[in-house]
């Protein structure tokens, strides 16, 4: 369930900027033919609603209908209670309850006469609300799409720039002081939450990784308005193969440069990496934040992609350990041109 601030500031993020959003997705659904897009989305996969709506699906489950011309329309189980409350913290004006999505979909399309229905990242989707809809709209042809909005998100605009270094901020903070010696993984956990809720961050993972010789690495990925942030770092400051992993990490964002591939990163750090236990196998990782929130699943499906100007993600060296230990070290940046702009990190 997120737990965090739910903001529509319109100084923050100009109403135009919501406008742009949803009309760069409906020009792709012309070029597609699609008539109608249905977004599915629950707590754990909503962040194309959130980034086209402001929409938070705090728990529970909803879908967002969005026409080739016209405003979309939010279809959700919730209470007239919840869904007066999200219409004041949204752009979507539409609201539409019942108790299943089949006749939400049937009833919105109703007046549609037939067409083309999109089911955007259908994928993802639970089986059997593909199902359900599919049944229930004979007269209309069903498409499965893909990433529509997770491409829009890929470079994020100004507006997201400046929430991320935030966010990258207020991350940073928190986990220098979690970091502190002489805590517990729990105090750790607690540091962070009070910290990044306390600033209104909707959802907050932090993981505590150990190895047999000691070794800890406490990260934390977590979500500030529509935008993800994430990072890991090793207890302590010494030497050894937590310095030479350390190294790795910089030399793989110093390479993360427009053009560049997830191959390119890991040969940077290859050198450093060389430091590591024979037993040790380490993984180089770029997440692009728009894809943190599933930790890298649907990248990690896509042929290898490169790294595109503005682009902001997190680098990430994951390692492990065949006595079953584990260790990671990754910081948040935007690519830029000459030098990636760390958003978390030292060097942020």
């Not at 089949?102 to 639970?126: F, I, K, M, N, Q």
């Not at 979500?223 to 050894?240: A, E, F, M, P």
């Not at 790294?307 to 079953?324: K, R």
Request: proline share 4%.
């Amino acid at each position: 369930m997120k737990r965090g601030l739910v903001v529509l500031d319109p100084t923050e993020t100009p109403p135009q900027e919501w406008n742009d959003r949803l009309a760069r997705l409906q020009r792709s659904l012309a070029d597609l033919g699609v008539d109608v897009a249905l977004f599915y989305g629950d707590v754990s996969r909503s962040d194309d609603i959130a980034y086209l709506t402001n929409l938070c699906i705090y728990w529970n489950e909803g879908v967002l209908a969005v026409p080739r011309h016209g405003p979309a329309a939010f279809l959700t189980k919730l209470s007239l209670r919840v869904q007066n409350w999200m219409k004041s913290s949204s752009t979507v004006e539409e609201f539409r309850g019942g108790p299943n999505f089949a006749e939400l979909v049937a009833h919105y399309l109703s007046d549609r006469g037939g067409g083309t229905l999109g089911l955007v990242d259908a994928a993802l989707w639970p089986a059997a609300v593909v199902e359900e809809i599919t049944a229930a709209v004979p007269g209309w042809r069903t498409r499965r799409l893909g990433g529509l909005v997770r491409k829009q998100r890929l470079v994020p605009s100004a507006t997201e720039q400046t929430l991320l270094r935030a966010a990258g901020g207020i991350l940073h903070e928190a986990v220098e002081t979690a970091i502190s010696e002489g805590l517990t993984p729990g105090h750790r956990v607690e540091i962070v939450e009070r910290a990044l809720r306390g600033a209104g961050f909707l959802d907050v993972y932090p993981i505590s990784l150990s190895t047999s010789d000691d070794v800890t690495s406490f990260g934390v990925t977590a979500q500030y308005r529509t935008g993800w942030v994430h990072t890991s770092r090793i207890l302590g400051q010494g030497g050894g193969w937590p310095g030479a992993l350390r190294t790795a990490l910089a030399a793989a964002i110093t390479a993360a440069r427009p053009g560049a591939a997830v191959s390119d990163l890991a040969l940077a750090a290859h050198t450093a990496l060389a430091a590591l236990p024979r037993s040790a196998s380490a993984a180089v990782r770029w997440i692009n934040q728009a894809d943190l929130s599933t930790a890298g699943e649907v990248g990690a499906q896509l042929p290898e992609v490169r790294l595109a100007a503005g682009e902001v993600g997190a680098v990430s060296i994951e390692v492990a350990f065949a006595d079953g230990g584990h260790a990671a070290v990754a910081e948040t940046v935007r690519v830029n041109g000459d030098q990636s702009e760390h958003l978390t990190g030292a060097q942020r």
